[in-house]
């Protein structure tokens, strides 16, 4: 099973409030939404991988021991940060881009 922390449920409010207020692009609430729920979808594929990234960046590491990178486009990544519980239950614990990740 995969589960969201609340903390990610919140950086997931957070992308959709982002995108409805960004200036460089106009965006509509439904596709806000659907970006969102793309990444919510990617972070339920994490139970089928056979292998789990360890997290490199010292950032990362202090909301979980592994992430998968999600490419939406050629400028942003976004990483899902998440555990492993002793039972293979995922939780993820922090959704964030590349343009918040400071080495």
Known sequence: MVYFSVQAEQDLSDIIIGLLLWTKASISEEQA??????????????????????????MHRQYGEYLLKYRRNNRTTWYIIYN?????????EKIISNYLTVN
Not at 34 to 48: P, R, V
Not at 84 to 92: E, L, Q, V
């Open 33 to 58: 939404f659907q970006y969102a729920d793309d990444i919510y979808l990617m972070g339920h594929t994490i139970a089928d991988l056979a292998h789990h990234q360890k997290c490199t960046y010292a």
């Open 84 to 92: 492993i519980a002793a039972t293979n239950d995922i939780y993820i």
